[in-house]
């Protein structure tokens, strides 16, 4: 069972940055060999996949997000990370990692976290962007 525990969130004006980190724990095989992302779902709203890390380490985006946002993982320390750059309001949401076993490509597997979701996910940390 995987578990997984997200930081770093907060209140943060817009044109501001935030860097979140999920410490990930409980697999059995290396967290190298898991597909992880970012999602983010606001009151009222659908959920949206924000960013994707595939085991080869290749990425996938949100068109919302794109060029402002970075995903990365440490292996090592067995920790995912979401860097946000230039804040928007509508950045405004809870913030979820997720993780799967699952063989997928990013691109394939933004569309299936956005749809489906993800076998594991966290409890969330609040991002707020004032403006």
């Known amino acids: 069972q995987v578990q997984l525990v997200e930081s770093g969130g907060g209140s943060v004006q817009a044109g501001g940055s935030v860097r979140l980190s999920c410490a990930a724990s409980?697999?059995?095989?290396?967290?190298?060999?898991?597909?992880m992302g970012w999602f983010r779902q606001a009151p009222g709203k659908e959920r949206e996949g924000v960013a994707v890390?595939?085991?080869?380490?290749?990425?996938s985006y949100a068109d919302s997000v794109k060029g402002r946002c970075t995903i990365s993982k440490d292996n090592a320390k067995n920790t995912l990370y979401l860097q946000m750059n230039s804040l928007k309001p509508e950045d405004t949401a809870m913030y979820y990692c997720?993780?799967?076993?699952?063989?997928?490509?990013?691109?394939?597997?933004?569309?299936?976290?956005?749809?489906?979701?993800?076998?594991?996910g966290g409890q969330g940390t609040q991002v707020t962007v004032s403006s």
């Open positions: 997720a993780a799967d076993y699952r063989r997928m490509t990013a691109i394939q597997a933004l569309g299936v976290m956005t749809r489906n979701g993800f076998n594991y």
């Open positions: 409980g697999y059995t095989y290396s967290m190298y060999w898991l597909v």
């Open positions: 890390i595939d085991s080869d380490g290749s990425t």
